[in-house]
């Protein structure tokens, strides 16, 4: 016969009632970073740290607190999550806190939390409502009492929605921080020089050719700071800085929006929301031309890396920034770039470009394509450069496109400037209040003055107009003497000393395109549209 052992009942270890030295603690939180919230969050804690100190039954456990968090949702609140951690190995008995809004305004999280807590012994009281978790009863009021707090929560967010969706409306950005801008007190971004001189320097090195990889060496190497004062920088703040519209002046609002508003998560606007793009926002740190410039290589550049043939490469090619040639050397037949390799011949390396269709297909995709020694090239290319700042007709060419500049620019000038159009519209301002005040005051002369405020306004749109074209003008004037800027490049460096070595860096300046005609003859395409034959 099997022997049986009787067990008796135990005192369960915790029940959240008991009179023996319950363990108890707070859970405090203020949702806002206002001066009174922090200053109401300091009482909380002083408050219930003295209310469980001075209660003979009660052993204080501590004070949890999370500052300025979103109650909405338990994730993201540290201190919340390291309480109940400690309720979890059994270290606390009782959970004080102000009212259910403070604990939680997510019905969900609130409901499985207190009922997880309850399975391990663990009652949270809540002093507002004066509900305590272990009585059964409580479970309707508090389902019912946290749904309101839910719908407080939902109806906040949809205010701060609409408060944004109208700033957007008035072209108005939200953003408090952008590196190379600081938001002045009168809401208007300001450019932080040290910041803007970063900036052009990304745009120069890229648009010289350096990759991402390489800017962000360079900046690290010269101690240059993050926005968050990190000296360590990655290609993707690069990559984002560089494609920020911001950095021409022009701003674009709405770029992501809250989700959901328990989460909080933010997802990119794809089109679910309205945005609004706002041209000439604020002063620009590099010129429009500049900006497209760099946007139109980025293209060029993610173009090279697409999915396509073995070795992950494709008929672009990869992008590098230690050759120029790469990218801009095409084949004339397929249309395919070239790729810059090593031969060994007789014991002897030697570098040449060949067709990448041809390198990697033979000849069922490519037939003619020559290859060519990356000696030969260089030196031809650079002699044929060379001899456009000693060819007469070629120099007339250039100047030519360069008066065209100028001539541009002078049009784009304007006669008369901002500053006196504003004066303008200050003075006729002041005659249209006087005319307000005079017509309130007298009698009779509605009409009269009904109609020189009309013609008051009249001029004032039309003034806001002028300023408006003029503004254009300055941003087509700044593109145009940057151009002008580059054709005097091209005319000056062209001129140096025949034979100098390959620049890679004034090659990515100068070409857009090199197109391989045959084994004798390279035609280049310059940027200036000017398109030129080299014999080779």
């Given at each position: 016969?099997?022997?049986?052992?009787?067990?008796?009942t135990?005192?369960?270890?915790?029940t959240?009632?008991r009179?023996q030295?319950?363990?108890?603690?707070?859970?405090?939180r203020?949702s806002?970073?206002?001066?009174?919230?922090?200053?109401?969050?300091?009482?909380?804690?002083e408050?219930y740290k003295?209310?469980?100190?001075?209660?003979?039954?009660?052993?204080?456990?501590?004070?949890?607190?999370?500052?300025?968090?979103?109650?909405?949702?338990?994730?993201?609140?540290e201190?919340?999550?390291?309480?109940?951690?400690?309720?979890?190995?059994?270290?606390?008995?009782?959970?004080?806190?102000?009212?259910?809004t403070?604990?939680?305004?997510?019905?969900?999280?609130t409901?499985?939390?207190?009922?997880?807590?309850?399975?391990?012994?663990?009652?949270?009281?809540?002093e507002?409502?004066?509900?305590?978790?272990?009585d059964d009863s409580?479970?309707m009021?508090?389902?019912?009492?946290?749904?309101?707090?839910?719908?407080?929560?939902?109806a906040?967010?949809?205010?701060?929605?609409?408060?944004y969706?109208?700033?957007?409306?008035?072209?108005e950005?939200?953003?408090?921080?952008?590196?190379?801008?600081?938001k002045?007190?009168?809401?208007?971004?300001c450019?932080?020089?040290?910041?803007?001189?970063?900036?052009?320097?990304?745009?120069?090195?890229?648009l010289?050719?350096?990759?991402?990889?390489?800017?962000?060496?360079r900046?690290?190497d010269?101690?240059?700071?993050?926005?968050?004062?990190?000296?360590?920088w990655?290609t993707?703040?690069?990559?984002?800085?560089?494609?920020?519209?911001?950095?021409?002046?022009?701003?674009?609002?709405?770029?992501?929006?809250?989700?959901?508003?328990?989460?909080?998560?933010?997802?990119?606007n794809?089109?679910?929301?309205?945005q609004?793009?706002?041209?000439?926002?604020?002063?620009?740190?590099?010129?429009?031309?500049?900006?497209?410039?760099?946007?139109?290589e980025i293209?060029?550049?993610s173009?090279?890396?697409?999915s396509?043939?073995?070795?992950?490469?494709?008929?672009?090619?990869?992008y590098s920034?230690k050759?120029?040639?790469?990218?801009?050397?095409v084949?004339?037949?397929?249309?395919?770039?070239?790729?810059?390799?090593?031969?060994?011949?007789?014991?002897?390396?030697v570098?040449?470009?060949?067709?990448i269709?041809?390198?990697?297909?033979?000849?069922?995709?490519?037939?003619?394509?020559?290859?060519?020694?990356?000696?030969?090239?260089?030196?031809a290319?650079?002699?044929?450069?060379?001899?456009?700042?000693v060819?007469?007709?070629?120099?007339?060419?250039?100047?030519?496109?360069?008066?065209d500049?100028?001539?541009?620019?002078?049009?784009?000038?304007?006669?008369?400037?901002?500053?006196?159009?504003?004066?303008t519209?200050?003075?006729?301002?002041?005659?249209?209040?006087?005319?307000?005040?005079?017509a309130?005051?007298?009698?009779?002369?509605?009409?009269?003055?009904?109609?020189?405020?009309?013609?008051l306004?009249?001029q004032?749109?039309?003034?806001?107009?002028?300023?408006?074209?003029?503004?254009e003008?300055?941003k087509?004037?700044?593109e145009?003497?940057?151009?002008?800027r580059?054709?005097?490049?091209?005319?000056?460096?062209?001129?140096?000393?025949?034979?100098?070595?390959f620049?890679?860096?004034?090659?990515?300046?100068?070409?857009?395109e090199?197109?391989?005609?045959?084994?004798?003859?390279?035609?280049?395409l310059?940027?200036?549209?000017?398109?030129?034959?080299?014999?080779?």
């Amino acid at each position: 016969m099997a022997e049986i052992l009787y067990i008796p009942t135990v005192k369960p270890e915790r029940t959240g009632f008991r009179i023996q030295r319950i363990r108890v603690c707070a859970y405090c939180r203020v949702s806002t970073n206002g001066d009174g919230q922090y200053h109401s969050y300091d009482i909380q804690t002083e408050y219930y740290k003295s209310l469980i100190q001075k209660n003979p039954d009660w052993e204080f456990c501590g004070i949890y607190a999370d500052e300025g968090i979103s109650g909405t949702s338990k994730w993201g609140r540290e201190d919340f999550q390291r309480m109940l951690e400690e309720c979890e190995k059994g270290r606390i008995d009782l959970i004080l806190t102000k009212s259910i809004t403070r604990f939680a305004r997510n019905t969900v999280d609130t409901i499985t939390t207190v009922r997880h807590l309850k399975e391990i012994g663990v009652s949270v009281y809540f002093e507002k409502e004066n509900i305590n978790t272990l009585d059964d009863s409580t479970e309707m009021i508090l389902t019912i009492l946290s749904s309101q707090a839910q719908e407080e929560s939902r109806a906040i967010s949809t205010n701060v929605k609409w408060g944004y969706a109208r700033k957007f409306e008035k072209g108005e950005s939200t953003r408090q921080r952008s590196y190379g801008f600081r938001k002045a007190p009168n809401g208007e971004m300001c450019i932080v020089e040290e910041e803007a001189a970063v900036i052009r320097n990304m745009a120069r090195w890229f648009l010289d050719g350096d990759s991402l990889e390489r800017i962000k060496y360079r900046l690290e190497d010269a101690g240059i700071e993050t926005t968050t004062g990190k000296k360590t920088w990655s290609t993707g703040t690069i990559y984002n800085i560089l494609t920020n519209e911001k950095i021409m002046g022009d701003v674009l609002l709405q770029k992501t929006f809250t989700a959901d508003y328990l989460t909080k998560r933010r997802v990119k606007n794809s089109g679910q929301q309205k945005q609004y793009y706002v041209k000439n926002h604020h002063e620009a740190i590099i010129p429009k031309t500049v900006y497209y410039k760099i946007q139109e290589e980025i293209a060029r550049r993610s173009s090279l890396r697409k999915s396509g043939t073995r070795k992950g490469k494709t008929a672009q090619g990869v992008y590098s920034s230690k050759y120029a040639l790469t990218g801009i050397m095409v084949c004339n037949e397929c249309g395919a770039h070239y790729r810059r390799t090593t031969w060994a011949k007789k014991g002897k390396k030697v570098i040449v470009w060949r067709c990448i269709n041809r390198l990697e297909h033979g000849t069922e995709r490519c037939h003619e394509s020559p290859t060519l020694k990356e000696d030969v090239i260089q030196e031809a290319i650079m002699k044929r450069l060379h001899g456009l700042a000693v060819d007469q007709e070629e120099e007339v060419f250039l100047k030519g496109v360069k008066e065209d500049i100028l001539r541009a620019a002078k049009v784009a000038g304007g006669a008369c400037s901002k500053d006196e159009i504003e004066e303008t519209i200050g003075e006729l301002k002041d005659q249209l209040m006087d005319y307000v005040g005079k017509a309130a005051r007298e009698h009779g002369g509605e009409a009269w003055y009904n109609e020189r405020m009309r013609k008051l306004g009249l001029q004032i749109t039309e003034l806001k107009k002028r300023k408006e074209s003029i503004r254009e003008q300055e941003k087509k004037r700044e593109e145009y003497e940057y151009l002008d800027r580059e054709i005097s490049r091209l005319i000056g460096e062209t001129g140096r000393e025949s034979g100098e070595e390959f620049d890679n860096i004034f090659i990515r300046q100068m070409v857009r395109e090199i197109r391989v005609m045959s084994k004798n003859r390279l035609q280049i395409l310059l940027r200036t549209g000017m398109v030129t034959d080299v014999n080779l």
